[in-house]
């Protein structure tokens, strides 16, 4: 055995043969890299494995950020915010996917590479392997890592287990366990393929054991289009596909009103659900104009209620109910005071923390969780996921370990089935950055130039813009002539006046016919679909060699009532036809074609095309004879799911079409057209580049689909592709509740229940390896060079006009400190602070060191002790009893001087929520005496005490209303109110300036 000492001593490297013994070095922490004295060939195989622990950073007395001082070799993504934007050796932090003060070799003067603590690779060169600490300062270093290399023979890599199922449906079925319950932990805008590299790399160990070792993995999940948090949820949420549901995309255009609202708001939630059910006074008033409810949609919610079990949740973007009872509690106690602005970066703690007493209860049935930090972690770092927003990945496993931990706390979790998902992916980061443009500015509203009695190349529309919150407007036309456009990052609908512009008629969509003949000006028409897809920054673009210059990759319209027309760029374009299948669902073929001329009866005419089509499914192998047959959905999706464009045929029609219940708001809330945007382009403000979503590519509609629980098949990753409509019929299914026949288009999962008596993982279809690299954003890895700098460098010397930031005046910011919103939860979170929790942190504060809690540690240490006394029946009722009073929830909001603040559901909601507690603890009183003095007496349904239940059922209902009507509607009257002010301050303040 070589030790590092006989290594460095020797001078000359010792090249190690193929069935070598083991070299052992020791990689102290304060030197960049040191030789290890083993010299590999190029394709030679290797292996270092690593322990130890290092000291990465020495602490302040006062410090409390939270992030890893002492690191083993896999290193670290809880990082320090100083070192966000550091030049790591290997790109960390912000800057890249590497974890901050991890173990990394290379080889020669060649560039770095993960090693980790375990590593298997191929030498990429000729050269002597040298490790080291990946940190930009090792000043203040202390440790070293001791590090196993081995190479040749010995290093060749085992095979894998063959755990991929190709075909689900041919396992033998499963059932779920008796009284099942389910915790959905849903993701927002989590990459599949980031989560299966953190996990297995040792970064996420909890999510590891529970759902990869322990659960079944679906490699081929999908959202729908556009991939979109908000048509996301409601597909989530109702097992329906999007042409069956009113909510299509985040935010929405009243084509009667001429006014847009968003669903992304503090009251946007009950706003989304009103699309689905009204709730509330809108609820009466919804039963006032109609005595039919057919149009009705429900949700998981509803379903469950309907069974007669308990859901719970946490906030969610759809949801009736929203905030729930005591939320702002937990969000107020958990971001520190006056820091609201940044309440978001806080967001999934405060969601956990409320789970865990209000969410995880003893009579619920189902228990949902919304964790949005990883999206909007996201949508503020360069690289997404493959940079910045791995701190927020990383965070999420100890609060899985929480939920775990307070399912077994509470004895719930051996019937416990737990679904992890997200409702899209996130695109950009990996190979380069997005590059923003804001297309309501730079095409829209850019002035139109005419050159030759033609428009120009550069040239804009020359428009009014509008968007639910703001505009680009010019003087004097007329209000009513202006576009309207509903832009997420990937995708950008469009709303216009009837044939011109300026014709003021709001009244009919535009179809085909007029959108490739509108008026764009007094005098002048112009084919908008081919307006719109030329429109070209090439000149300005930063990629030139990896990027097309047009941002606007597809125009999706429709043209009739069951016809769709994708266009592409370079002439390519399809023609997406559906008809009636089996049981209401629709089939689909895909034509793609050339010529398409509309007609005045809104037809088309066209040829079809052997050549090429908009989403590359002729180049893809597809046979033209294959399009052309009409298919269901679930065929589209299974021939698409490894193609750029998975699932497109479908998710496009599913967009554009209204059908069921939706149809009544189709022509109210219906876009003109759809714009889509192209690989490496986003239609955001140009901020500082980040991750986004929205589009059709795979990046943005994969999804991770996890299921975990009792008699699920450990370890197995199934292929078969699955839709977010899924979830609902599976959770639905486990809970043993049977839907209407074509209640759902989605079906519950196949595949992940056990059958009785199977022993060991399945196996026979291939290891993960081979599936994964079939599926484009997961087989490509991530660029190790710094891309952020190298884009900063291109910025710096191209300086594209459309990155430059629009310098007018904005009112209503609610990430700005001194945003009137935003002062006003400041006061109204310092009222809503539990405390015995800021006691804690007085006390913590007065105490350096690791943490304190004297006074929740002491009602922890109750808890404990409670729960190891005998099950014996008052111990129960005692609990509940505890629990009702809410000791150590007590807030300064419910103190008598703010008692008014208390009514109004400001501030110390948490008086009537008790009132709701203590009222249901005497109703399961009085069922527990009637139990009691009538057990001889045969059947359930005898009450004598229990009787004065109807009555205290009522008054408890009673209260949950009025506490959420209060909240809802009193805030909603008052953030309306001050929105309107600063929008008031907003429009003067850009008047004055010229603006």
């Known amino acids: 055995m070589k030790s590092l000492a006989c290594a460095a001593a020797c001078a000359w490297a010792v090249a190690v043969p193929a069935a070598a013994e083991t070299v052992t070095v020791e990689v102290p922490a304060d030197r960049p890299f040191v030789e290890t004295g083993v010299t590999l060939r190029r394709g030679e195989p290797f292996r270092i494995t690593a322990s130890g622990e290092i000291e990465a950073f020495r602490r302040r ?5 939270g992030s890893d001082r002492l690191v083993g070799p896999r290193g670290t993504y809880n990082w320090r915010d100083s070192v966000a934007n550091e030049a790591f050796p290997l790109a960390a932090a912000e800057r890249g996917p590497a974890p901050c003060y991890c173990l990394i070799g290379r080889i020669g003067g060649g560039e770095p590479f993960y090693v980790g603590a375990d590593h298997r690779g191929e030498a990429a060169a000729d050269g002597p392997l040298s490790l080291g600490v990946n940190d930009f300062d090792f000043s203040d270093n202390t440790g070293s890592f001791t590090a196993e290399i081995a190479a040749g023979d010995a290093a060749a890599a085992p095979r894998e287990r063959d755990d991929v199922v190709f075909d689900a449906d041919r396992l033998p079925a499963g059932g779920p366990v008796a009284d099942a319950n389910v915790v959905l932990i849903y993701v927002d805008g989590l990459r599949p393929d980031v989560l299966r590299e953190m996990a297995l790399g040792g970064h996420l160990p909890v999510i590891r054991e529970i759902f990869f070792d322990a659960g079944t993995e679906y490699a081929n999940a999908f959202a729908g289009f556009p991939s979109s948090t908000l048509p996301s949820n409601a597909t989530m949420y109702t097992g329906l596909f999007p042409n069956r549901l009113p909510v299509r995309e985040n935010s929405f255009f009243d084509r009667h009103r001429l006014k847009g609202d968003t669903f992304l708001q503090p009251f946007g939630p009950p706003l989304a659900a009103d699309r689905m059910r009204p709730v509330g006074l809108r609820r009466l008033w919804t039963a006032l104009r109609r005595a039919s409810r057919e149009d009705e949609i429900p949700l998981l919610q509803d379903h469950v209620a309907r069974a007669g079990m308990a859901y719970y949740s946490t906030v969610k973007p759809v949801l009736p109910y929203s905030p729930p009872d005591r939320y702002e509690v937990d969000a107020s106690t958990v971001v520190p005071p006056f820091m609201f602005h940044r309440a978001l970066d806080y967001v999934d703690r405060f969601n956990t923390r409320y789970g865990h007493d209000l969410v995880i209860q003893p009579d619920a049935r189902v228990m949902n969780y919304w964790l949005p930090g990883v999206d909007h972690a996201s949508h503020n770092a360069a690289r997404a996921q493959f940079g910045g927003s791995r701190r ?3 965070a999420l496993d100890p609060l899985v370990a929480r939920i775990i931990a307070e399912l077994e706390r509470k004895r719930m979790r051996d019937r416990t089935y737990l679904i992890l998902f997200a409702d899209h992916g996130t695109a950009g980061g990996k190979s380069r950055l997005l590059q923003k443009v804001d297309i309501g500015r730079d095409l829209f509203h850019k002035p139109l130039v005419v050159e030759g009695g033609a428009m120009a190349g550069g040239s804009g529309m020359g428009w009014n813009v509008r968007w639910f919150d703001d505009s680009y407007l010019r003087k004097g036309p007329d209000r009513r002539s202006f576009v309207s456009i509903d832009h997420g990052e990937g995708e950008c609908a469009v709303y216009l006046p009837f044939a011109r512009i300026d014709s003021g008629d709001w009244r009919e969509r535009n179809g085909l016919r007029e959108l490739m003949d509108y008026g764009v000006s007094p005098g002048r028409r112009a084919d908008l679909v081919e307006r719109i897809l030329s429109w070209d920054l090439s000149g300005e673009n930063l990629y030139p060699e990896a990027v097309t ?21 370079d002439g390519a374009a399809a023609v997406i036809e559906r008809r009636g299948g089996e049981g209401g669902s629709y089939l689909y073929r895909y034509l793609p074609v050339t010529g398409i001329r509309p007609d005045a009866a809104g037809g088309i005419s066209f040829e079809e095309t052997a050549d090429n089509d908009p989403f590359g499914y002729i180049a893809a192998g597809i046979p033209v004879s294959w399009l052309g047959e009409f298919r269901g959905e679930r065929e589209w999706l299974e021939r698409t799911k490894y193609l750029e464009i998975p699932d497109g045929v479908t998710a496009v029609a599913h967009q554009l079409f209204w059908d069921g219940a939706a149809a009544a708001r189709e022509a109210r809330y219906s876009p003109d057209m759809v714009l889509v945007a192209a690989p490496g382009w986003s239609f955001e403000p140009p901020e500082d580049p980040s991750g986004g979503h929205g589009c059709l590519d795979a990046e943005a509609v994969r999804i991770p689909l996890l299921v975990a629980g009792p ?3 450990p370890g197995a990753m199934l292929a078969d592709a699955v839709r977010t409509a899924d979830i609902v019929p599976t959770v639905l299914s486990l809970l043993g509740i049977d839907p209407a026949p074509g209640a759902f288009d989605g079906r519950p999962l196949p595949g992940f229940l056990a059958a009785e ?7 026979g279809g291939g290891p993960a390896a081979e599936l994964l690299a079939r599926i484009p954003s997961a087989s490509e890895p991530a660029a190790a060079a710094d891309i952020v700098a190298d884009y900063d460098r291109r910025r710096e010397e191209k300086a594209p006009s459309f990155l430059h930031p629009d310098t007018r005046y904005v009112g209503h910011d609610l990430e700005r400190a001194t945003d009137l919103h935003i002062v ?13 929790t800021d006691l804690d942190n007085l006390f913590d504060l007065a105490h350096p060191g690791e943490r304190k809690e004297p006074f929740n540690g002491a009602f922890d240490a109750l808890v404990r002790s409670y729960d190891r006394l005998p099950d014996r029946y008052p111990k129960e009722r005692l609990r509940e009893l505890i629990f009702a009073l809410q000791i150590r929830e007590v807030t300064l909001g419910e103190a008598p001087p703010v008692i008014f603040m208390s009514v109004t559901g400001l501030a110390g909601r948490g008086v009537l929520f008790r009132a709701q507690l203590l009222i249901r603890f005497l109703e399961h009183l009085l069922e527990d005496m009637d139990a009691a003095l009538l057990a001889p007496v045969p059947g359930d349904d005898v009450r004598v005490l229990s009787n004065a239940n109807y009555v205290l059922h009522g008054v408890r209902e009673s209260i949950s209303k009025i506490s959420w009507g209060l909240a809802h509607y009193v805030g909603k009257a008052l953030y309306d109110g001050v929105y309107a002010v600063e929008k008031w301050n907003e429009k003067a303040v850009r008047a004055a300036r010229g603006q």
Request: hydrophobic content about 45%; aromatic content about 8%; overall charge positive.
């Open 711 to 713: 008699n699920v098949r």
């Open 392 to 394: 927020a990945i990383a």
């Open 61 to 65: 007395r006062w410090s409390r950020d």
């Open 757 to 763: 008596g199977e022993e060991g993982p399945v196996s």
């Open 549 to 569: 210059g047009r941002p606007v990759r597809f125009v999706l319209a429709r043209a009739g009532e069951h016809r769709a027309v994708v266009f592409g760029q």
């Open 824 to 836: 006003g939860a400041h006061v109204l979170g310092l009222l809503n602070r539990e405390i015995f």
